[in-house]
Each structure stands twice: as C-alpha cells, then as structure tokens.
C-alpha cells in the first residue's frame, strides 16, 4: 500500500509542475511528460520480488514525500561557493545544474566550435525543441517507475549536441549541486547527448551534494553515438551520505564508434546505476570502468548492461568495489550476444575488497550467449587486503593506516589509470585517499 | 646496537626459537647458519615484527630500547631493514611511490626534511647504478614481474635508499646465480660502514665469500649451539652440519635445562 501512496503522492504534485510551465505545455515534451505521468499511476516501484532490484531495498526512498524541485525553493549559490566542487587543473566548458535546474549564471561555457550546443534542457525546447524531438525519450524508454518519475517531470538536463565531423578538443565539466533548506527536494536531471558523425566529446558529470538535508537525485541520461564517433562518459558521485541516487544511461552506439564510460561512485546511502548500451551496428567498442567506495550502511547497486545485437563488436568491462563497515554491494553484469552478433568479444571483470567482517557484496555476472562464434569471459573476485603485503610495506617505515590506504589505491589504480584526463585522475585518487582517511578518522570515533 | 637475550618465539603454537642470546655491535657483521627448519628466518621475522611469530619469552633491545615495543613501522623508522627472503608483489604500487612514502616517513619520524623531487630523484639514479639496476624501474610497479634476482637486488637497492643502521639479510642468496650475487654482496659491501650492523642470514657459506662475517653463529633447533669466527662457516662447508649436531648433544648433556 506504501507503494501505492507514493505513486499517487506524485501524480498529485504534477497539477503544481504543470502551473509552473509557463505555456510550455504545448511542447512535445509535455506530451511525453503526460504519457508518463500516465505510466508513473500505473506503474509500481520496484521491490525486492522484482528480479532486477532483488538485492536493493528502495523501500528508504519511498519513505520521504520528496518534492520535485521545480515546484520546491532553489537555494542561490555564488560562484566561489561551487569552485571546491569542481575538477580543475585542465580546460573545460562549465555547465551547473542546482537541484537538476540550469543555472546559467554558474556556468561558463565559453567559445564552442560551430554547430556544437552545451545548454540546458528547458533552454533548448523553448529554442530548438526539433534538434532534440528525434531522441529524448526514444533512446531510452521506460522500464519502472523511477524512470516514468524523471520522465514524468523531465523539464531540466544537460543537452550536448556535437554535429558530423566536430571535435570538442575541451571536456564538458557538468556540475550537479544538490542542496536544500526546508524541503526534502527531488533532483531529476534529464540529460542527452547526441555525438553527430566522425565526432568526438567527452562529459564529465559530477554529482555532489551541499549540506546534509536528505534529497534525491533520479536521473536518466541518453547517449546517441554516431557512425565513427567518440564518447567519453564520465560521472563522479558524491552525494550527501543522507542521500538517495539513482541514474540510468541509455546509449545507442552506430558503426565503429567508441564509447568508454567511467562510473565512480563515493557518496549516497542507496546508489543504483543502470548503465546501459546497445549496440546498433558493425565493429563498435564499448568500455565501461567502475569504481565504488563504501562504508557505513551505504548501499550501492550498479546494474550494467551491454546489448550485442550486430557482429563484430567489443567490450570491455571492469569494476572494482571497496567496501568498509556494514555497507553492501551489487554488481550485475548483463551481456546478451544474440544470434546474429558472430565474432563478438566480450569482457567482464568485477573485483571486490572487503574490509571488515561485515560488509558484503552480491556479484552476478549475467551471460546470454545466442551466437555461437564469439568470445566472452567474465571474472568475479572477492577478497580482503593482503595481510603479508600489508607488513612488507609497514616493515618500510609506512604506518599501518597509510599502508592500508596504499594497497586500496593500488587496488583502484587499474580503474583509474584508464581515465584520459590527467588532472582528473589525481584528483579522483585524492578523493579516493580522502575517503578512506574519512573512513578512518569515524572509526576512531 | 642489538641485544638478543633468552628469545622465545612461537609460530602456530609451535615453539621455534628456544632461547636465543646474540650481541651485535655497531659495525659487526654477524652471520648466522643452520640447516633448513632451525629457526633462522623465524629470528628475522620475529624481529622485524611479523605478527604471525609469537614471542613467548626473552628480550630484545634495540639501540636501547626495547624492540616489542614497536610496531613494524618503528622499528624501521628506528632504522632496522630486512631484507625479505621472499620480496612481496604489489600491483598497483610503484617502486618510486614505495619508495618516496617509505622515505619521507622515516626522515619525518627522525625529524628530517622531505627530500625534494630532484634529490629523490638523484638518489635513485645514484644508487639504482650501484646495483647495475635500470632507471626505469623504478616506475614499475613494487617487485611485479621481477625474476627472483631481480627482487633480491631490489631489496638492497630499498636498503640503500632508506639508509638503515641495522640490516637483516634473510637467505637473501637464496636463488641468486654467480652474478647476481656478487652485484647484491657488492651494494652490502658499499653500504658497510662503521656506524651500521648486519645481521646476514643464510643457508650457504657462499655468500659469506663475498660479505666477509665478522662472527658467524650455528642455529640448530631454536639455539644458537656454537659461535666462531668467518673460518667456522668454512668448517660448516666441509663438513656439513653433522658434526656440530653431535657436539650439540653434548653441549646439552652437560647443561641439562631445567623446563
């Protein structure tokens, strides 16, 4: 029945969304907006019956009555008060999203090259809605009810759009500030970028939470790669630990692109990640890198799915967890190769350090073979840290928690090695580093 | 520099070490021999601080102080260094990163200043020639890939950064050939001086040949049952260690323990 209420909880808010629109519920988008709102009353939110949320309880989330922040107070914030959030040392474009919605006078996109858009959703349908009609919402559809719930009240993103034959030399730097006062907000960016022909780009989304209000961030991001283009996907979360996330990416991939997707996870109490692609051609590459850090009692669930629908395509996949005290893992690596994908690769590893006596982790990696000429493998570790390496490096001078911390970040290292920006891979270890120091110092408590 | 009296120790419940008594002053060279199962890398481990070695009796004073005192970590920043019979691997690590942290930890705790990159640096080359040790090493991940010479050489090559007053060389000619052993008994040579001590344990006389003891020392059982001069690991080499097992047996017939 709690289930039920919370349904009805957000169909009732809609009336609310809808006032706030200002005429623009003649766009497409509304359309689709009410079509989910349709969805979002019938269907229900996933519980641990349902066999892809069986080890994740949402049922925390479902608790709170959050409100969606286009009808909730959006806090001010001045530049030098976002600067200790971003990743710097490197050139990029600056998009900033406060609880999911634009906020223009954060941002510095600076000079793009010709064609390029780097703007926000509502910007963009109140524009140019044809430039993105043919993709939002085509490219993912909806499969539960957080997803009709971003769809429902889909009103802000980040919308890139690179056309045929452009390179985007300088990463996006996407920053997604969640903070509230009084209400408990509901952040539901709806992102989409489309990588035109022979084109190449690379985003770096990053979530972070200001304060410690409870809030949550319900997120669906479509990718469309182009014949022969690149993408670069990164995300960075580190929300509040109070706080709840929840991202799906849909990505399309055509012949011979390349997508690599880094999915590092620090922060939330419940983290679920669906990170999806298909594979809609020939001689595609597909990488997905994750990361998660844990401790306390938080949980995080990342379900990844790649869809070897064409022959002659790769992927690569590794993921790596660390988990401290009662927190919980999931992985559940998807990869279907069906009957026409012949001379596929496919590669999946996950690799998980325990390090206490109660923290667990769930690890299935989900193999659906329907072709019969085709590589594939997949790994799952599980262990604690090496006692014997642990003594070597303090028989060197090292204290025991900084030799500790050196053999998670060399644990991690394989991970982060593969991130293409040099600036953000060390400021990723640092993180990593002030995690575990954080870790440490609450133990001590 | 180190005071060995009545050692005890366990491993597994087992008791290993059943009382051993060594004095090692600063600029001695002590080797100690016996066959395989006597104890000698228990000692080491025990003094490094292994916790899986149990020490059920005895005292160790370490420049002064008592060495049980100290975690590992101390004890190296205190400036004891072994060099491990069997080098660990660890991915992920570099040997400059492991290097630099060891390094900088140890001068912290001595109240030095943090070497700069560029005297890191120099000092890396300086000593990574000494053992004949190609540069790009040291960006390689700690002791991954490396044939069993090459990960004994990086032990003295860590022993020449870190500069430690007293060294532990557990068997470290273990699995060398002719070659590598001269390059690590010559960087041992190098770094021997009169204000340090070793403490060279080892299997073989062999490479006593090329770190000239100054006292060597059989272990027989957990004991130590008969001290001597560089000549006594020649003795031991010809003979085998059959002959001081008998004298062992008298040495116990004559002081009969008291348990």
């Known amino acids: 029945m709690e289930h039920k209420n919370v349904n009805e909880w957000y169909v009732a808010k809609f009336k609310s969304f809808e006032d706030k629109l200002n005429g623009q519920s003649k766009s497409f988008l509304h359309e689709i907006r009410k079509n989910a709102l349709n969805s979002l009353a019938e269907l229900s939110f996933p519980t641990n019956r349902n066999e892809e949320w069986k080890c994740t309880n949402v049922a925390p989330i479902l608790k709170h009555n959050f409100i969606p922040a286009m009808i909730s107070t959006v806090p001010k914030f001045q530049q030098d008060e976002i600067k200790p959030f971003l990743f710097k040392d490197f050139d990029y474009h600056l998009m900033v999203f406060v609880n999911g919605l634009f906020a223009e006078e954060l941002s510095e996109i600076g000079n793009l090259p010709k064609g390029v858009v780097v703007d926000g959703l509502n910007r963009i349908i109140k524009n140019n809605p044809d430039s993105i009609s043919k993709y939002i919402n085509n490219l993912s559809k909806i499969d539960n009810a957080f997803n009709a719930l971003n769809t429902a009240y889909s009103y802000d993103g980040l919308v890139v759009i690179v056309p045929d034959g452009t390179i985007l030399e300088k990463p996006i730097q996407v920053l997604y500030l969640n903070s509230s006062k009084d209400d408990l907000v509901l952040s539901l960016p709806r992102n989409l970028i489309i990588a035109g022909k022979n084109s190449q780009v690379s985003v770096i989304t990053n979530y972070r939470g200001y304060g410690d209000k409870t809030y949550f961030s319900n997120i669906i991001t479509e990718i469309y790669i182009g014949e022969n283009a690149i993408v670069n996907f990164y995300k960075i979360q580190n929300e509040n630990d109070g706080s709840y996330h929840i991202e799906k990416v849909q990505a399309i991939q055509k012949k011979n692109s390349v997508f690599n997707h880094y999915n590092i996870n620090f922060g939330g109490a419940i983290v679920r990640n669906d990170i999806n692609t298909l594979h809609d051609d020939q001689n595609i590459e597909t990488h997905y890198y994750g990361l998660y850090l844990a401790h306390g009692k938080q949980h995080v669930d990342n379900h990844t799915f790649i869809d070897h629908a064409k022959p002659n395509c790769m992927s690569n996949e590794l993921y790596k967890g660390i988990l401290d005290d009662n927190s919980r893992g999931v992985f559940n690596g998807k990869i279907i190769v069906r009957r026409d994908a012949q001379k596929t690769n496919a590669y999946q590893q996950n690799k998980t350090i325990l390090l206490s006596k109660t923290a667990t982790i769930d690890t299935k990696p989900q193999l659906e073979i329907f072709a019969d000429d085709v590589k594939c493998s997949h790994g799952a570790t599980v262990g604690h840290l090496d006692d014997t390496s642990e003594f070597y490096i303090r028989s060197r001078g090292v204290p025991q928690e900084l030799a500790k911390s050196m053999l998670i970040r060399a644990f991690a290292n394989d991970v982060i090695d593969t991130v293409k920006i040099e600036p953000l891979k060390e400021q990723i270890n640092h993180m990593i580093f002030e995690h575990l120091h954080r870790v440490e110092i609450e133990n001590e408590q | ?259």
């Open chain 2, 1 to 259: 520099m180190l005071s060995i009296k009545n050692l005890h120790a366990n491993v597994d419940g087992k008791e290993i070490l059943k009382g051993i008594n060594l004095e090692i002053k600063t600029g001695e060279v002590h080797a100690i021999m016996g066959p395989n199962g006597s104890g000698k890398s228990t000692l080491a481990n025990v003094l490094t601080g292994n916790k899986n070695y149990e020490v059920t009796n005895g005292n160790v004073l370490f420049e002064e102080k008592d060495l049980f005192d100290m975690d590992p970590e101390t004890r190296a920043r205190e400036g004891m260094f072994l060099a491990f019979q069997y080098p660990i691997e660890i991915p992920g690590i570099s040997n400059a990163t492991f290097l630099k942290t060891a390094l900088n930890e140890i001068r912290k705790y001595n109240k030095l200043p943090e070497l700069t990159p560029t005297e890191f640096l120099d000092r890396i080359k300086d000593k990574a020639k000494v053992l004949g040790l190609d540069d790009t090493l040291i960006s390689r991940a700690v002791n991954v890939g490396f044939s069993g010479g090459e990960k004994k050489r990086n032990e003295i090559f860590q022993m020449l950064i870190l500069e430690p007053k007293f060294v532990l060389l557990d068997e470290t000619d273990s699995g060398l050939d002719i070659d590598a052993l001269r390059i690590v008994s010559n960087g041992v040579n190098i770094y021997r001086n009169p204000n340090n001590a070793f403490l060279v344990v080892t299997h073989y006389q062999r490479l006593l040949n090329y770190i000239q003891p100054d006292f060597v020392h059989v272990l027989y059982k957990g004991k130590i049952i008969k001290s001597g001069g560089k000549e006594l690991a020649l003795e031991l080499e010809e003979k085998g260690y059959d002959w001081i097992k008998t004298e062992e047996f008298e040495t116990e017939n004559a002081w009969p323990e008291s348990e």
